[in-house]
């Protein structure tokens, strides 16, 4: 008897498979789910709300055989302990994209507080800004998977709809705190809104992403005003993320929005005591800053210019020689420290390649349109457009295979190409340009590299007079880019 009583103390418990279609109630209270349509019997039963997920992404492999979008090597890594709420599996699946994918092709090449630190603290306590992170997620795995953003109406695709229904419970959560006193809301809005932002842009919908980002912005502004009334803060980092956004509209040609990054007190240029930039970060605060200011200064100048109706354009000349002023002395400091003998990564010295891309498009952009008010460059200018397909072709090779991002945030290659491409005279050049836009198709925030290649390619054809249905514009490979173009556009 004692054998048969030690026997049935030691028997195994029945294993059976974790649920993965029950609803979330079941899940958060750990117990199976009976799965009954519409509300299931343990919720039914004890009056608790039973909350089916409306979306669900796929088990198995996309159409054409295609990998799916989270490589399964993620799936395995280790998420952060602290979320005090139910996680389904599809949300995992999202959240170890986002952290271990997006967050690192969103930074590119420079450290981010922002996107290592501000964005994965928040959503571990904020349910609003945990579905933004999933929704945006989603979204990025959905790009990486298509190669291009689906349309606004376009909800065949699982992953799609189930971003749109994650950012669905995102502004349910912030709408059930609309009311709130709590200080820490306004961040948590904040740091929504810079996830909306990007989310849209990815999928291409600028219209969208420019709305959130107004919305985001005057929040932002009326934070900082009422700072000593209500004793609220505002991490700098959000400053910085909503501050290289307002840059990249305003070029865009939105209309002026709030100015709010302040500039840091910059080391003395050369000549005047000065070594130049100490480190790379430095340099790319000071750049962004830079170019956050020229962007406020130049809608400025444009709205006055169109208010006097074209007659005079001194404001805008004004605007493009202090900018050439600002923009000779950064690069001046810049220059100084990249001649510093020191070593570099290939994250570092990537930074620095694309620093000096960009340095060189806006000296050869500003400092000819001074001397030359029809906008037409010189053949004087012809090695630097070389200079800069040279680099942005090497920075294109340097990649190989998934290393190569498929969405940036901060500074790329796509504006530095497309200035080259619809600006310089070299007809080779020019060609060089649009099919290194062609090699690497990504999205670096509003920029699309296959939209840039295509408005190139039109803007080539209506200077030579011979953009026709039927004759296609091919470059001197013979290389045809006529059907090339975005289908957004």
């Known amino acids: ?20 279609t029950g609803c979330r109630t079941c899940r958060t209270r750990r117990i199976k789910c009976d799965e009954t349509p519409g509300t299931c019997r343990n919720c039914s039963s004890t009056g608790r709300i039973c909350a089916y ?17 989270i490589p399964p090597m993620l799936l395995t890594r280790t998420l952060p302990a602290g979320f005090w709420w139910g996680m389904t599996s599809d949300e995992r699946r999202c959240y170890s994209f986002f952290q271990h994918r997006t967050c690192k092709a969103v930074i590119g090449y420079f450290d981010s507080d ?50 749109i229904d994650q950012g669905a419970r995102s502004y349910a959560h912030l709408n059930a705190r609309s009311a709130s006193h709590d200080p820490k809301l306004r961040e948590v809005i904040l740091v929504c809104c810079v996830l909306f932002v990007i989310s849209e842009l990815v999928r291409g919908q600028f219209d969208l992403a420019l709305t959130h980002l107004k919305n985001g912005l005057r929040i932002l502004k009326d934070t900082v005003e ?135 498009s806006l000296s050869v952009s500003f400092e000819r349109k001074i001397y030359d008010r029809t906008g037409g460059l010189l053949e004087y200018d012809t090695p630097i457009f070389e200079r800069l397909v040279s680099l942005a ?3 294109i090779d340097s990649f190989h295979g998934p290393d190569r991002p498929g969405l940036l945030l901060g500074l790329g290659v796509i504006a530095p190409l497309f200035y080259v491409a619809t600006r310089c005279r070299q007809n080779d050049l020019r060609w060089r340009a649009i099919r290194a836009l062609h090699s690497w198709p990504h999205r670096e925030g509003p920029w699309s590299s296959d939209m840039a290649a295509s408005i190139a390619v039109e803007i080539i054809a209506a200077e030579k007079n011979v953009l026709q249905t039927t004759l296609p514009v091919a470059d001197p490979e013979g290389k045809n880019f006529a059907g090339d173009a975005d289908p957004d556009i």
């Not at 004692?2 to 029945?14: E, F, G, N, W």
Request: glycine share 6%; proline share 6%.
């Open 1 to 20: 008897m004692k054998m048969i009583r030690a026997a049935q103390d030691k028997r195994k418990r029945i294993f059976s498979r974790k649920s993965k």
């Open 53 to 69: 997920d409306a979306q669900r992404l796929p088990r198995t492999r996309l159409l054409g055989g295609r990998p799916p979008p």
């Open 114 to 163: 922002m996107w290592e630190r501000l964005v994965l603290q928040v959503s571990q306590t904020e349910q609003a800004v945990y579905h933004a992170v999933i929704a945006f997620g989603a979204t990025h795995a959905d790009f990486e998977a298509r190669g291009m953003p689906p349309a606004l109406d376009d909800m065949s695709g699982a992953w799609h709809r189930f971003a």
């Open 226 to 360: 009422q700072f000593h009334a209500f004793g609220c803060t505002v991490d700098r980092c959000l400053l910085g993320a909503f501050a290289h956004l307002n840059e990249q509209a305003v070029f865009f040609g939105a209309e002026a929005l709030y100015s709010l990054m302040k500039p840091e007190p910059a080391p003395p240029p050369p000549g005047e005591g000065g070594l130049g930039f100490r480190s790379l970060p430095e340099s790319r605060t000071a750049l962004l800053t830079l170019l956050n200011g020229l962007a406020q200064e130049y809608s400025s100048s444009s709205a006055f210019s169109q208010a006097i109706n074209g007659t005079s354009d001194a404001a805008l000349t004004h605007w493009q020689f202090n900018a050439s002023l600002k923009i000779r002395k950064f690069s001046q400091m810049f220059e100084l420290f990249h001649r510093r003998a020191h070593e570099r990564n290939n994250r570092e010295q990537r930074g620095i390649d694309l620093f000096y891309m960009h340095i060189l």
């Open 393 to 395: 072709e090497a920075f």
